[in-house]
C-alpha cells in the first residue's frame, strides 16, 4: 500500500512538471511571437518612412507617397528605383562610343592627284598712259590764272597749243623794261637784248617777244604755251579723277609750280585687274591674247609687270602689258578684254578647301593612324576649284577634305617641324 502511495505521489510530481514545462513553452512561444510582430512592425514603418516619389520631369518634386505631379501631371514614380538593364544593341554602341571617335572617324578624306592642268583665266581692262614718258609743264613766273584753255583730265594737246593765260606783275615789269629801252635808248643793244632774255627766262616765246616789240604795247595777261604733246592729267592729289583739274580760272600759282603733266600718246599700257585666284598663274613673259572690242582687233603680246596690290578692301593683282601708239589708233580709257591660256607642269593637285591659309602659312590635315595632324605645304596655281601643292604632301597622303572643319575660333594649330 505504502509503495503504491510512493509510486501516486511521483506520477503528481511529474505531471506538475510537465505542466509547468508546458506553460513554460506557450510563454516562450507568445512572447518570441510578439517580439517578431514588434521588429516586423518596425520594419514596415521604416521602409514607409525611407521611401519617396518623385517626378521624372521635375526631380525637385518630392513626395512621401504616390501621386500626380503638380507641375505637369505626371506619375510619381518611387525615388532611386532601378529599372531592368537595357540592351546594348549595335546603333546604341554606336552612340556610346566617345564624340571625338565619331567625329574624327567620319570626315571625309580626299587624295591628292597628279596631273597636268590646262589653266585658262580672263580678265578686263583699260588702256592708259605709260608713267615712264611724263613730262611737266611748269609755270616759271608767280601770277593769276586770268584763262584757262586745258578743261578736263585727260584732254590731247598738241605741242604750241596755248595752255592758259596768267597775269603775272614781274612778267608786266620786264615788258615795260624792253619797251622803255627800245624807245629811249635804241643803240644799247647790249642792254636791250639783256632785256629780252630777261622775258625769255621768265617763259616768253621769241614769237611773243617780236609781237611786243612790233606794237609796243605791253600785255597784262600773258599766254602760256604747251612745250610737248600728249594728254593733260592733274599734276595734283587728285590724278584719278577723269574730270575735275587741280588748276582753276582765277587760281594764283607760283614760281617754279607744276601746272600740268603731259602723257605721251605715243606709248601706252593695257592694265588689267586679276583676283587672287586667278593672279597665281600668270608670270612674266607669258603669252597673252588681247581683245579691243571696238576696233574689233585681237593683239598676241606677252606679260610685261605682274604687280599685286590693294583697293578697295579686295586684293587684286595688276597686270600690265606695253603697246606701241605710234599711228594714234588707240587712246586713253579705251576697255580692253585679255584672255590666258597656260599649262601647268605636271603635279600634285588637291581641292581648296582642304587647305587653311593662316596668312603666311597654308596648311592641311594628313590621315595617319586614325590622327589627323597638320602639314606645312608649298601652293602654287589655282584653278577653279583645285589648287596645286609643290612641297609637303605626298601621292599616297589621306587629306581632309574640309580643313575649316577640323578647327574652331578657340583652336590653335601647332605644326610639328
Known amino acids: 500500500m505504502r509503495k503504491f502511495w510512493r509510486k501516486n505521489e511521483m506520477w503528481k510530481v511529474e505531471s506538475r512538471k510537465l505542466k509547468v514545462n508546458t506553460l513554460r513553452w506557450n510563454i516562450d512561444y507568445r512572447l518570441m ?7 516586423f512592425g518596425c520594419s514596415q514603418k521604416k521602409q514607409a518612412q525611407t521611401e519617396q516619389y518623385t517626378c521624372q520631369m521635375h526631380p525637385t518634386v518630392v513626395k512621401d507617397k504616390p501621386g500626380i505631379c503638380p507641375v505637369c501631371g505626371m506619375d510619381l514614380v518611387l525615388k532611386g528605383k532601378h529599372t531592368d538593364g537595357v540592351k546594348i544593341t549595335e546603333e ?3 552612340l556610346l562610343k566617345p564624340v571625338s571617335s565619331s567625329v574624327i572617324s567620319s570626315i571625309k578624306t580626299v587624295i591628292p592627284v ?3 592642268v590646262d589653266i585658262k583665266a580672263s580678265a578686263n581692262g583699260i588702256i592708259t598712259y605709260d608713267t615712264r614718258a611724263l613730262t611737266t609743264i611748269s609755270n616759271r613766273i608767280s601770277g593769276r590764272v586770268e584763262k584757262l ?8 594737246i598738241r605741242k604750241g597749243q596755248k595752255i592758259l593765260e596768267i597775269y603775272s606783275p614781274e612778267l608786266l615789269t620786264a615788258q615795260r623794261d624792253l619797251l622803255y629801252l627800245l624807245k629811249s635808248d635804241k643803240e644799247n643793244s647790249q642792254l636791250i637784248e639783256g632785256a629780252k632774255e630777261k622775258l625769255r627766262l621768265l617763259g616768253a616765246s621769241d614769237q611773243q617777244i617780236d609781237q611786243l616789240e612790233s606794237s609796243g604795247k605791253e600785255s597784262a595777261s600773258f599766254g602760256i604755251y604747251s612745250t610737248t604733246e600728249g594728254y593733260i592729267i592733274n599734276s595734283g592729289e587728285n590724278q584719278n579723277d577723269q574730270k575735275e583739274l587741280d588748276v582753276r580760272e582765277g587760281m594764283y600759282v607760283t614760281a617754279s609750280q607744276v601746272i600740268f603733266k603731259v602723257a605721251s600718246a605715243k606709248n601706252i599700257w593695257a592694265e588689267f585687274d586679276l583676283y587672287s585666284k586667278d593672279a597665281s598663274l600668270i608670270k612674266v613673259n607669258d603669252p597673252i591674247r588681247i581683245t579691243i572690242d571696238e576696233l574689233k582687233e585681237e593683239l598676241n603680246e606677252n606679260v610685261n609687270f605682274v604687280q599685286p596690290f590693294y583697293k578697295e578692301g579686295e586684293s587684286f593683282t595688276k597686270v600690265r602689258v606695253y603697246l606701241s601708239n605710234t599711228n594714234g589708233k588707240y587712246r586713253i580709257g579705251q576697255l580692253v578684254s585679255a584672255s590666258f591660256n597656260k599649262s601647268a607642269r605636271g603635279s600634285l593637285w588637291i581641292p581648296v578647301m582642304a587647305q587653311l591659309d593662316l596668312g603666311t602659312r597654308k596648311i592641311l590635315f594628313i590621315k595617319k593612324e586614325k590622327i589627323f595632324r597638320p602639314v606645312e605645304i608649298t601652293t602654287g596655281n589655282q584653278f577653279d576649284n583645285l589648287i596645286e601643292v609643290l612641297k609637303g604632301i605626298d601621292a599616297g597622303d589621306s587629306i581632309a577634305y574640309n580643313a575649316q572643319f577640323m578647327i574652331d575660333s578657340e583652336s590653335f594649330i601647332k605644326i610639328k617641324k
Open 33 to 39: 511571437a510578439l517580439v517578431l510582430l514588434i521588429a
Open 92 to 94: 546604341l554602341n554606336y
Open 114 to 116: 597628279r596631273k597636268t
Open 149 to 156: 584753255y586745258v578743261k578736263y583730265n585727260f584732254q590731247p
